[in-house]
């Protein structure tokens, strides 16, 4: 198959975007992008909350879908310069994963990851991989057949290859493209994310030189790259690194969305919403309309109107770190607190957080209300590192080797991202906060003895 397809063409007409490269746009593109489905992907925030700590972050998952779809096309452009998968691959093949690169972000809705959260609270909330296969099917099917012909369920198992039933060699290596190690989403997001955000962290990596080293691994199932992009790649990892630490679960940020994510739980086992009826609400507001929407339902009493109330309107009312726990540090207790919490169910959670508020009452002396205190745990999808196969190429053949096996800098970024970056805080109401630092060690072994009860 030849790279003669106008979405991977030099020239032509273009979106143009911010910061990063302008996006091709095709007639077909245009159409696609135009459906309402789609649309509806201007209103939601690539970041949620985030914006309350870093003012620049209001861009949308609207502008992240044409990056990606930007990258993918990057991606085959190098991967076609390979002979056996030049002829391998199909015109349908390629503008199937260049539609699946840009609806890989269809089923997103406003604050998505903090409702998905709410499962290990046995709460029913959408999951926007679901909801992608339904809005593809139910929005998108007539365009994707008419003017991309290709599947509509093909595109939607490219999405969702991890959940995919015994998928082909070629879908295996098409949806490599979309989420593997070093994907197009990751490409994009990092450096998008970085600009909008106003920090340097994600842009620390040469991605041309990392495109161009794309190649297959020894089995043929899968993208590795050629020696050449070594360094490249553990650039790529180190500045995911550098984006969680410092910008994506920067303590403020992690506050925010901590009170996002304890609002929503709390207005959804107040009201218990359908769950067909939740989802079509969620489709059809944005960011600031569903924070509004909750803060109109709930009495002013309860923990989600205690909480949105600093994050709507006019008002930026945080919560402040009371305790921080990491597995890096060195003392027993902490570490034994650190793994209670991270290996607590959501019942678990609710009694530690019960006797901590009863032990940070009688120090203060005030009744710590429901919802001044919030513990936020990192995801527990993060621990295992995804790695990619690096191809040396000798006089005996072509030798592979895992990235994080031969690089002593992926290993060390995965050792510490797991011991240093993925803290778990205990936040407090600012007024809280300010009684609890002025006795501030007895607070910390106060907060420690009742995790450990």
């Not at 709507?312 to 570490?335: A, C, D, H, P």
């Not at 995804?386 to 006089?395: A, K, L, M, P, R």
Request: hydrophobic share 40%; proline share 5%.
């Amino acid at each position: 198959m030849s790279s003669t397809l106008p979405e991977l063409a030099d020239f032509g007409p273009v979106i143009r975007m911010p910061r990063l490269r302008d996006v091709r746009l095709t007639p077909r593109v245009q159409t696609l992008i135009d459906q309402p489905v789609f649309q509806r992907l201007r209103q939601v925030r690539q970041l949620g909350p985030i914006h309350l700590v870093y003012p620049g972050a209001v861009h949308t998952r609207f502008e992240h879908s044409l990056g990606a779809f930007d990258y993918v096309g990057r991606f085959l452009v190098s991967l076609l310069r390979h002979p056996s998968l030049k002829s391998s691959l199909t015109e349908e093949d390629l503008l199937t994963v260049l539609a699946a690169g840009l609806c890989h972000d269809i089923g997103h809705y406003p604050f998505a990851h903090s409702l998905e959260a709410l499962h290990r609270q046995g709460q029913d909330t959408p999951r926007h991989e679901d909801l992608a296969s339904v809005l593809i099917h139910r929005g998108l099917s007539q365009v994707l057949e008419q003017d991309w012909g290709v599947k509509p369920e093909r595109v939607v198992r490219l999405i969702q290859v991890k959940h995919a039933h015994q998928p082909t060699q070629v879908d295996q290596i098409l949806a490599g493209i979309i989420s593997g190690a070093i994907d197009a989403d990751k490409m994009d997001y990092l450096q998008r994310d970085s600009s909008h955000m106003g920090v340097p962290y994600g842009q620390s990596f040469d991605d041309g030189r990392l495109i161009s080293s794309l190649t297959l691994n020894n089995a043929e199932n899968a993208l590795a790259i050629s020696a050449k992009g070594k360094v490249s790649a553990e650039m790529f990892i180190f500045s995911r690194y550098m984006m969680f630490s410092e910008a994506y679960w920067h303590h403020a940020v992690r506050a925010a969305s901590a009170m996002v994510e304890a609002a929503l739980a709390d207005h959804v086992k107040r009201h218990k919403p359908d769950p067909g009826q939740m989802t079509e609400s969620l489709l059809s507001l944005s960011d600031d309309q569903l924070l509004q929407h909750v803060l109109d339902q709930s009495p002013s009493d309860s923990v989600a109107f205690r909480l949105l109330t600093g994050l709507t309107g006019n008002r930026r009312i945080l919560y402040k770190r009371l305790v921080t726990f990491s597995r890096i540090y060195n003392e027993t207790e902490k570490q034994d607190a650190y793994a209670r919490i991270y290996g607590a169910d959501s019942q678990e959670l609710h009694e530690i957080t019960q006797r901590i508020s009863h032990a940070l009452s009688s120090l203060s002396g005030r009744t710590v209300l429901d919802g001044e205190l919030l513990i936020d745990t990192p995801p527990r999808d993060k621990d295992q590192p995804e790695t990619i196969d690096v191809i040396f190429g000798d006089v005996r053949g072509e030798n592979s080797y895992p990235l994080h096996k031969l690089s002593r800098i992926v290993a060390g970024v995965h050792s510490d991202f797991v011991k240093v970056v993925k803290k778990i805080r205990i936040f407090a109401a600012p007024e809280l906060a300010e009684q609890c630092r002025r006795q501030q060690h007895a607070a910390e072994e106060a907060v420690l003895e009742a995790v450990l009860a």
